[in-house]
Nanobody, 122 residues
Framework: QVQLVESGGGSVQAGGSLTLSCLVS?????AAWFRQAPGKEREGVAG???????NYADSVKGRFTISQDNGKSTLYLRMNDLKPEDTAMYYC???????????????????WGRGTQVTVNS
């Protein structure tokens, strides 16, 4: 097993942008971003598979974009028009499986990062 490593979190004003990055294990599979705010359950934000198919939570559609580099070793989450309700700890996750479904449910993923904090100030 390998631990995923996220970076790029920080504090921004509402309406601003951030890009999160995550070093992932090379191989066929699915990867995703999750977030968890204090007192709330972890929720799926965006997912992507090896073919580039994506899935987004309704709350971030049109604002967030998930992508991978050519070597598929780095996962990104571009976050635009950030809102205070986006404030949370953000986690990247991965499942190595050839024909995985791009799920936004935590149980579908086996490997996780420790999280990076995103704080959006009103």
């Amino acid at each position: 097993q390998v631990q995923l490593v996220e970076s790029g979190g920080g504090s921004v004003q509402a309406g601003g942008s951030l890009t999160l990055s995550c070093l992932v294990s090379d191989g066929p599979g699915c990867a995703a971003w999750f977030r968890q705010a204090p007192g709330k359950e972890r929720e799926g934000v965006a997912g992507i598979d090896s073919a580039g198919r994506t899935n987004y939570a309704d709350s971030v559609k049109g604002r967030f974009t998930i992508s991978q580099d050519n070597g598929k070793s780095t996962l990104y989450l571009r976050m635009n028009d950030l809102k205070p309700e986006d404030t949370a700890m953000y986690y990247c996750a991965q499942r190595l499986a050839a024909n995985c479904v791009v799920s936004l449910m935590p149980f579908a993923y086996n490997f996780w990062g420790r999280g990076t904090q995103v704080t959006v100030n009103s």
